[in-house]
T-cell receptor, first 116, second 106 residues
Framework: GAVVSQHPSWVICKSGTSVKIECRSLDFQATTMFWYRQFPKQSLMLMATSNEGSKATYEQGVEKDKFLINHASLTLSTLTVTSAHPEDSSFYIC????????????FGSGTRLTVV | KNEVEQSPQNLTAQEGEFITINCSYSVGISALHWLQQHPGGGIVSLFMLSSGKKKHGRLIATINIQEKHSSLHITASHPRDSAVYICAAVGNQFYFGTGTSLTVIP
């Protein structure tokens, strides 16, 4: 149980375009979703936390206008990278928790974004 | 200084060896996770610990709250265990270690 499906697994886009990444909880209702970014050979960096139906809380240094997060339902959260630039190329991954899960989290499979 | 320190950074082992990865943290936490990240990038949560010890197959995780230290052990290691193992502490925010890259050679 507690599976999060993340799509796409990889995407290549041109500079200036926007890319949407989806994370969907398949068998539970995700009250909280977390979005991370990972640079090569580095650990995960928390970008933002979103609770269903409310605005996301962004970590310091993360541009909220560039990385739009929507958590409109208990089973779907999206991250949109707007006006992508090559420096946005990275690995993005989501994780989710739900009421009753304690401090446990389940992770999506990640999206590798390459901006050319 | 990072709130979560892992060691070693890189580890190469022969198939069958017993492996230990260490994690020390300096903040108050409510839980600690051990995560496994495969070369493709996907992450699997192996364990969530708040005290004591947990075992799942060949994997064992321990935590000592007083010493702020956790270890992940792999018994009878296998090439398919090759991955990056990440320690993640849950306090008032997430604190991630930088990961241990494990390579198990047949």
């Amino acid at each position: 149980g507690a599976v999060v499906s993340q799509h796409p697994s990889w995407v290549i886009c041109k500079s200036g375009t926007s890319v949407k990444i989806e994370c969907r909880s398949l068998d539970f209702q995700a009250t909280t979703m977390f979005w991370y970014r990972q640079f090569p050979k580095q650990s995960l960096m928390l970008m933002a936390t979103s609770n269903e139906g409310s605005k996301a809380t962004y970590e310091q240094g993360v541009e909220k206008d560039k990385f739009l997060i929507n958590h409109a339902s208990l089973t779907l959260s999206t991250l949109t990278v707007t006006s992508a630039h090559p420096e946005d190329s990275s690995f993005y991954i989501c994780s989710a928790s739900y009421a009753g899960m304690g401090d446990g989290y389940t992770f999506g499979s990640g999206t590798r974004l390459t901006v050319v | 200084k990072n709130e979560v320190e892992q060691s070693p950074q890189n580890l190469t082992a022969q198939e069958g060896e017993f492996i230990t990865i260490n994690c020390s943290y300096s903040v108050g936490i409510s839980a600690l996770h051990w995560l496994q990240q495969h070369p493709g990038g996907g992450i699997v949560s192996l364990f969530m610990l708040s005290s004591g010890k947990k075992k799942h197959g060949r994997l064992i995780a321990t935590i000592n709250i007083q010493e702020k230290h956790s270890s992940l052990h792999i018994t009878a290691s296998h090439p398919r265990d090759s991955a990056v193992y990440i320690c993640a502490a849950v306090g008032n925010q997430f604190y991630f270690g930088t990961g241990t890259s494990l390579t198990v050679i047949p």
